[in-house]
């Protein structure tokens, strides 16, 4: 004969393994149906393309633990599309898939943008590098 | 006695669970697979579930994943140490309060429905607490503080993601469950020299690897 707690454990288990599952499928359906497609590169509230910041940017090359990664670097950036006073704020970084770093201008200064949109800082953990990135909001 | 038997236990099955993180987790990640998914699926739940059957003992699988998180800490093969280990620590914790409830014996485990609801929990909840664990304490840890806003905005993806990771759970525990039944335990004259063994290859062999790519 079965003890009655496990009687409940028999039951309740299964229904929160199902309910799992289901937080897990709707939040597949969501992320997919949520996904942001943009060509540009939002920064301080203006469009740009990863073309036109490389133009008007300064290439960089920086050593990372994944070895040396080339972009335009993101402090002569900040300069060049009107941040003024770039230590007084706080940068957060987005990708179209909803992740987002947000770091300060000590950080900012060290990291580079590459031509395939992903954000790099070196000496840092990777949770802070950014990939697919579609916005850095100046706040 | 028993104690050290434990602790060389601790030390050799998060050495082994460390060591597949560093080792086939780099190859997979390589492959483009979810490797966070497959890891935490398969090699983590099977490591945690076969050192609870054999041992028998709460708080051996904290003591796992502090012994595997510092391991991954000398990872040479893929980046983010610190965001690993941080989760890998997390993950051995977790798993202790999802089968704080379950006896010892693990006589709830009987039915099939239990153990593949069990490995879609464990799988499920272990490896998405790691991952969030990771997004918060990584910033905070590598200063760059930790804002909610950023957590929240991605936490459909985290969710998301731990369907995978939820359903190898569901074949791995019932399939590691079924190992009950072959005697484990090894003669106490070979049990220290077999796990120091086995713990000190794991270790030299990832740190080996370090000193040689760095």
Known sequence: MRAPMNLGK?????????IVLFIGIFSTIYVHANQIEKDTISINGQDYTIDQLFSIGKIRVIETDEGEKTGISLDELMSTVGVGCTDCYKYTIKA????QQTVDWTILKTGILTDYGKVYFPNTAHTLWVRDVIEIEVK | MKNLKLLAGILVFGSLWGF????IGSS??????????????????????????????????????????????????????????????AEGAIFEIIWYRISLDLKELKPITMQISMGILSSYFVYVGGYIITQIFTPIVSGSGFFIENLISFMPNILSSGLIASLIGAFILPAVLLTRKIDLRLKDRLYYPTTIGISAFCWLFVIGNWFLLS
Do not use: W
């Not at chain 1, 028999?10 to 199902?18: D, T």
């Open chain 1, 10 to 18: 028999e039951k309740i288990i299964p229904i929160f393994a199902m």
């Open chain 2, 20 to 23: 597949s993180e560093c080792i």
């Open chain 1, 96 to 99: 179209k898939d909803g992740y």
């Open chain 2, 28 to 89: 997979i990640n390589e492959s483009g697979l979810p490797t966070g998914a497959i890891m935490t699926g398969f090699f983590a739940i099977t490591f945690l579930v076969i050192s609870r059957m054999t041992y028998r003992q709460p708080g051996m699988q904290l003591g796992m994943g502090l012994v595997a998180g510092a391991l991954r800490l000398f990872n040479p093969f893929v980046g983010c140490h610190l965001c690993s280990a941080l989760a890998i620590m």
